[in-house]
Each structure stands twice: as structure tokens, then as C-alpha cells.
């Protein structure tokens, strides 16, 4: 049996007001993509020749937004932009359990991408400040 989930329903929302609010005309997103830093503490006594790692910070990465442009979606990721504040965003998948995952995060890129023929779009990045939370039944409170 397959387990997979189809991606039609996922939502992204914003923290605004006491209240999650969802964004819209998003056509995509990645990320959050966890990344993981080592630390090299190799000495000439190592055995095998082989290169010894410990664990060192982890990076909540980046999450990409692919929408179409509106010009509420637009004000609304520009006054992030503008902010110096992380805000909480929340990505909410629509597998049996309704899965969260909610972050802090800083929108870094607001790029417009407007080509003869297509949909004005944005792909916006936010880098996510600390560690991304899972959970299930998505839209609690931050």
C-alpha cells in the first residue's frame, strides 16, 4: 500500500493578529531544508586513516515560496521584508493528521519575475530562524 500524499490542499499561513492567516496564489514550496554542521577533530592518531566528525550547529535552512504575484501577497512579504523581527509562518500538509510545521523566519528575497506570455510570479525566501517545529493538527498558536 502507498502511503504518498498529494500536495493539492497544503497550505502556508502567517501569524497575524492572534490568528493564522493564509497566504495566497502560492503555486510551490521548499523547504524547510535542515542542514547540519560537523566539526573536523581528525588528529594523525585517527585509525584508519578516516577523518572524525562531532555535530555542530544545526540550520533551520530556507523555505521558498513560488506564488503568483497579488498585490496583497506582495504588501504583506514586503512589511516582512521590513521587518527586523522573525515572524511565525506555518506550513500545514494535508495528510491524515493535518501535519504542521511551524518556524520563525526573516523574508531575505522578494524578487518579482515578469515574462511576455506568463503570470507576474515571486519567489520569496524566508530563512528560518531556530528549529522548525512538526506537529499534528496544524493551526495552533506560536
Known amino acids: 500500500m502507498n502511503n504518498a500524499v498529494n500536495s493539492v490542499g497544503t497550505t502556508f499561513k502567517k501569524w497575524v493578529a492572534s490568528a493564522w492567516t493564509d497566504i495566497a496564489e502560492i ?3 521548499t523547504g524547510p531544508d535542515l542542514t547540519r554542521d560537523t566539526i573536523d577533530v581528525t588528529t594523525l ?32 512579504m514586503k512589511a ?6 522573525p515572524q511565525n509562518y506555518e506550513i500545514v500538509i494535508p495528510d ?9 523566519g526573516l523574508v531575505t528575497e522578494l524578487p518579482l519575475t515578469i515574462n511576455v506570455g506568463d503570470a507576474i510570479t515571486m519567489d520569496v525566501k524566508i530563512k528560518v530562524s531556530s528549529e522548525p517545529v512538526v506537529s499534528s493538527g496544524g493551526t495552533a498558536a506560536p
Open 27 to 29: 503555486k510551490g514550496i
Open 80 to 85: 516582512d521584508f521590513e521587518s527586523d523581527v
Open 45 to 76: 592518531a585517527s585509525v584508519g586513516g578516516y577523518r572524525e566528525f562531532i555535530a555542530g550547529f544545526r540550520n533551520g535552512g530556507t523555505v521558498t515560496l513560488s506564488m503568483h504575484f497579488t498585490r496583497a501577497g506582495y504588501d504583506l
Open 96 to 104: 491524515a493528521g493535518a501535519t504542521a510545521i511551524e518556524f520563525e
